[in-house]
DNA sequence: GCTATCTTTGACAGCAATGTCAAACATGAC
DNA sequence: GTCATGTTTGACATTGCTGTCAAAGATAGC
């Protein structure tokens, strides 16, 4: 195998995923994507073929560092705790940066749906398995403490106001506002 | 007053807010507003300016016309059938149209958001006057139903909800998904 | 009917992005 | 060292959109 890839892929599709994540899937044009992996627009396509290509493998990243995060954070001993844990991780990864660069997942939900029903099914994707942990570790924990709701709806709801609280950030709302939105829901939901 | 504007204003703008509701914000080009409405391009931008304003004139139909409904949706005599019926009008709004548009003002809070803080300012202060609305009916309604929480904190989740609810639309969640995922937040705020 | 005033129209120059390609280049295998 | 193979590079043609403008067109007021 003679004709070798001069470039990091894994360094490269991680400063891919920086771009997307501050600017959104349709914003980004190739030359962006040049400029931030240091790599030419040509050699871009050439190895990967396009924009959409280059977004499915960095999303496929983040949605890895995602879980894994989302994971962790909802690792505590009662579901109060562990909602919002998890709700404070999502929040802060969507706070993250100056300014803000929002929900990369929700973003491209909005913007990539129409054009890239690849991209669709990994948004997608994504909410699913981010509904089952949240079921699992619900489901899992038996803290005594009775919701006027079954497991599943509560889990799928509690993925929803992710969403919603991403849209809410970008319009401004700060930190604490989401997380007072968020604290509200879990105490409808499981109690003080 | 000699040299009239040619075109009905009303109807341009009614037949403008079509278009960024099927296209979004950012993806109509002021070519897409010139065939939608009838009107040349360059009359557009010298009645007009250019897009954001255009924007915000139909951005403001879109306003009133949804709080009305939002409005009138929310008169019920419960607190539970007045969120349902409210959850409901909103779902209605944008699972419209085939293949349907998506709700505008979710779309605009993501995609305006960086490019048009004043876009984002009217987005934010639709959701403030939702959320004014919503409280208001909550607490004006006395059906003996007690939440454990507070109505103000209970308005401000119901609204993000409606915004977590649009961004699950965009990824293929059937209205009926959406219903249930309102009727479980309903159900946790005030009973069955 | 004339005129002043505003509107419409089509054309133009400019810009940013796209996708492709031939030539130059690097390197593993032999 | 040579070669075959895949990679990099800069250039090119194309497209779609933007914003502006001069000339032509319409109309209210006189």
Redesign the interface.
């Known amino acids: 195998m003679a004709g070798v890839r001069q470039f990091d892929e894994r360094e490269a599709l991680s400063r891919a995923l920086d771009v997307f994540t501050d600017r ?1 899937f ?2 980004t044009s190739m030359l962006d994507l040049a400029t931030g992996t240091g790599v030419q627009r040509g050699s871009l396509y050439h190895a990967y073929g396009g924009k959409e290509e280059i977004f499915l493998r960095a999303f496929g990243e983040y949605t890895a560092g995602f879980l894994a995060g989302a994971s962790a954070a909802l690792d505590r001993p009662t579901k109060r705790a562990a909602l919002l844990s998890f709700f404070d991780y999502c929040i802060q990864t969507f706070t993250a940066g100056t300014p803000a660069h ?1 929900c990369l997942s ?2 491209t ?3 990539a ?2 054009e890239s029903p690849r991209a ?1 099914s990994a ?2 994707a994504l ?1 699913d398995e981010l509904e089952t942990l949240v079921y699992a570790k619900l489901s899992t924990l038996d803290d005594g403490v009775e ?3 079954n497991l599943h ?2 889990a ?2 509690v993925v ?9 950030e ?3 709302y700060e930190p604490d506002a989401l997380r ?2 968020a604290e ?2 879990v ?3 499981f ?2």
Request: charged share 25%.
């Open positions: 959104g349709r914003a929002g929700t973003r939900a909005i913007e749906a129409t669709e948004v997608r909410l919701s006027p709701v709806g509560a799928r709801l929803s106001t992710t969403r919603g609280l991403a849209v809410m970008r319009v401004r007072e939105i509200t829901l105490t409808s939901l109690g003080r």
